[in-house]
């Protein structure tokens, strides 16, 4: 079935390149039995919960590794492995081998104020923790080429975990939808524009934190108060309101949205909105952008690749509600912003597709491998 991690990432890069070259896939042996054995073999009750920490360990590892390089001697029966592609580190082959992703442990422990705690809310020891960051940094090493999602975490990679800069490669990823009806995006910048929108898949409480939907709420509470009372916002990805008191004045809860309906939302909206205190990439920033529709993230990750300040939209520093307020509002008073913005929508949604990144990993792929 198709992947919901990393925004379907795999599924689709996997997709995309079958389209352009040879591929084959390179599976795990995914038996039940085995994979109950190791849910069991590592359970534990911790803080009130029973739990299992079966896919951090090394029995794990090497269970995967066995079960991926006796997929690649399969795969390599009618004729050699020109290179492998993973999405992860998940182990090493003979092969030349490449891995993509968006994040590392490194980038993730650093992000964090105290990695203890990182670890923790992660369900993990912070000597497994560590574990883990040996181990990926172990791969990446080894690998020919490491894709990084953005700029950010090739720095990051080069910086915090040693790699060797050209070593890793940065290929964006695609996914942002395609235009659908020009007359839609210019009928943003007539006006009037009061509508914001925060969607984005959430799967546990601390993600909402961590997107900073909680400054967005507040910020529409100032915004409201003092730019414009018919201001409003509508929040979804997630099952349950999360802050006391239900959504206040303003602010529509729609829950966790099909895939299918979010840009219908792009379309209905004029800004969207998600100063993330920690984002790995942010496919959304490109999805909205490539419905013409401006965009207020933070200045730090990966967000400063996507979004423009003045061009795009605006990019916050602080937690501060006031400022996230004051870049919203002057978003949607600039009629240059959606001018630049309805022009820029074809090109975001070429550049951000499948295609594209499939073409520059093939490329890649093809150019070191050979």
Not at 196 to 213: C, M, P, Q, T
Not at 234 to 255: E, I, K, R, S, Y
Request: hydrophobic share 45%.
């Amino acid at each position: 079935m198709p992947q919901t991690t990393l925004s379907g990432s795999a599924w689709n890069l996997r997709a995309a390149l079958r389209r352009i070259t040879d591929t084959v896939d390179v599976g795990i042996d995914d038996q039940a039995a085995v994979r109950m054995a190791l849910k069991l073999v590592h359970g534990h009750y911790r803080d009130g919960q029973f739990g299992s920490s079966w896919t951090n360990s090394r029995l794990t590892d090497a269970y995967l590794a066995r079960s991926l390089r006796r997929g690649t001697r399969r795969a390599g029966a009618s004729g050699p492995l020109d290179a492998v592609l993973m999405v992860n580190a998940l182990t090493t082959f003979d092969q030349p081998f490449f891995v993509y992703y968006d994040s590392s442990w490194d980038a993730l422990m650093a992000s964090a104020e105290n990695p203890a705690r990182y670890a923790r809310m992660r369900r993990l020891r912070p000597a497994t923790m560590m574990a883990r960051r040996d181990f990926q940094v172990s791969v990446y090493k080894s690998a020919t080429r490491v894709f990084a999602s953005s700029h950010w975490l090739k720095r990051c990679l080069v910086t915090q975990s040693g790699l060797a800069p050209g070593q890793v490669q940065v290929v964006h990823p695609g996914g942002a939808p395609r235009v659908n009806d020009p007359a839609i995006v210019r009928a943003r910048i007539a006006g009037p524009r009061r509508k914001i929108l925060a969607v984005s898949r959430i799967y546990e409480l601390s993600d909402f934190y961590r997107k900073g939907l909680d400054l967005v709420v507040d910020a529409v509470g100032i915004l409201r108060r003092d730019y414009d009372p018919e201001i409003t916002l509508t929040v979804a990805g997630l099952a349950t309101w999360p802050l006391p008191g239900g959504p206040p004045d303003g602010v529509d809860f729609l829950g966790v949205v099909p895939p299918g309906e979010v840009p219908g939302l792009y379309d209905t909206h004029h800004v969207y909105v998600m100063p993330s205190r920690m984002e790995p990439f942010g496919l959304v920033f490109a999805e909205a952008q490539s419905r013409g529709m401006p965009v207020v993230a933070r200045n730090a990750y990966a967000m400063p690749e996507m979004v423009a300040p003045g061009v795009s939209g605006a990019l916050i520093d602080k937690d501060d509600p006031a400022e996230l307020a004051a870049a919203i509002a002057g978003v949607l008073a600039s009629d240059d912003i959606y001018e630049q913005c309805a022009v820029r929508a074809p090109a975001m949604a070429r550049y951000f597709s499948w295609e594209r990144m499939a073409a520059e990993v093939a490329g890649h792929i093809g150019a070191a491998a050979s």
